[in-house]
């Protein structure tokens, strides 16, 4: 993945976005787009870097990443935007407002350990009403997330576990096909168990939410 400019609000270009933290899954660089736009949050770069994926902008406060990695990054021309430690967002935040400037689907690589407090902050940040305008797609460790606002298809192999998670209100109107517990029209409020491992019958199958935002994990999809 080579340098390239970046684009402007509204683009269809992907930007992946890689977090700080625990290494992601060495198998997701085989998922990633080979053409989008890289932002690095802080020690994200070092995880690009393992991966062998050159990145075009570097956001944050800089209090974790390899100080040599961060100069390099800037010799070969990647964008770095430095913000202060004390800040009112995340590293991840700043990032996936950078990548909302410049692409409508964003992908974001992270680990799936560390700290529990930002592993659950990044969920509800993912599916935030900032960025209900963008699509989001995760890989986190092994887990692969799909922030759903209207319909989503799903792949996967018979028997693979998937789990629908309502975030920041009830989502009304959840259907599935698919899927061995089959939702019709049905309402997952946040908090509930209702959509906790249910599993593929079929390599596809379909989510659709009339409103609201649901979570849809597959916690060992790149396994």
Same mark, same amino acid.
């Given at each position: ?14 930007? #992946? ?47 974790? @990443? ?11 021309? $990647? ?12 590293? =991840? ?7 909302? $400037?410049?692409?409508?689907? #964003? ?28 699509? #989001? =797609? ?6 692969? @997330?799909?922030? #759903?606002?209207?319909?989503?298809? =799903? ?10 998670? $309502? ?39 379909? @989510?659709?939410?009339? $409103?609201? @935002? ?10």
């Amino acid at each position: 993945m080579g340098a390239g400019p970046c684009h402007s609000e509204g683009s269809d270009r992907t930007a #992946i976005v890689f977090t700080g933290g625990d290494s992601p899954d060495p198998a997701v660089r085989e998922v990633l787009p080979a053409d989008a736009y890289v932002i690095a949050a802080d020690s994200g770069l070092d995880h690009a870097n393992h991966l062998g994926i050159a990145v075009h902008q570097v956001v944050g406060d800089f209090d974790s @990443v390899t100080p040599d990695a961060l100069a390099a990054a800037e010799r070969a021309g $990647a964008r770095i935007d430095r913000h202060p430690t004390a800040k009112d967002a995340t590293d =991840l935040e700043l990032a996936l407002d950078a990548a909302r $400037a410049v692409a409508k689907r #964003i992908v974001v690589v992270g680990g799936d350990g560390g700290r529990l407090d930002h592993l659950l902050g990044t969920a509800l940040l993912l599916g935030s009403a900032a960025y209900a305008d963008r699509t #989001i =797609l995760a890989y986190l460790g092994p887990a692969t @997330v799909h922030v #759903i606002r209207s319909a989503t298809t =799903l792949t996967g192999v018979p028997g693979e576990l998937v789990t629908l998670l $309502a975030m920041h209100g009830p989502a009304h109107g959840v259907r599935t096909s698919g899927l061995l517990y089959p939702l019709r029209a049905e309402t997952l409020h946040p908090g509930s168990s209702r959509g906790v491992s249910n599993e593929f019958t079929h390599r596809t199958a379909e @989510v659709t939410v009339s $409103a609201g @935002v649901l979570l849809a994990v597959q916690p060992s999809h790149l396994h």
